[in-house]
């Protein structure tokens, strides 16, 4: 990735966007990144990535939520202390 100070950005716009078309641009100011240059495919996959993301991220919400909503099991809050031993060393 190339950097540019945000004065050559202004100076080279042109140049900033074909090499933008190849790969991204940093843009300084101070030293410091403010932005970045990229091209319309790049962005379309980064507009992907967060919509894929965003999907995920509802579809935990709602996994979570219907485990959450299952009640647990009236017979476990039953058992002993020896009796869940019992079943831990059964499935081993």
């Known amino acids: 990735m190339i950097t540019v100070t ?3 950005a202004q100076n080279r716009f042109g140049e900033l966007i074909d090499r933008a078309q190849r790969e991204p641009v ?4 101070r030293g410091r990144t403010v932005a970045y240059v990229v ?3 790049d962005m379309q996959e980064l ?3 967060r ?3 965003e999907e995920a991220a509802r579809w935990y919400s709602r ?3 219907t485990v959450a909503e299952q009640a647990p099991a009236a ?3 039953a058992l002993t202390d020896a009796e869940v031993s019992a079943l831990v060393h059964e499935l081993r």
């Open 63 to 65: 996994y979570r939520r």
């Open 6 to 8: 945000s004065v050559e």
């Open 47 to 49: 507009m992907s990535l």
């Open 51 to 53: 919509q894929r993301r």
């Open 26 to 29: 940093e843009v300084t100011r």
């Open 39 to 41: 091209s319309e495919l």
């Open 75 to 77: 017979d476990a809050d």
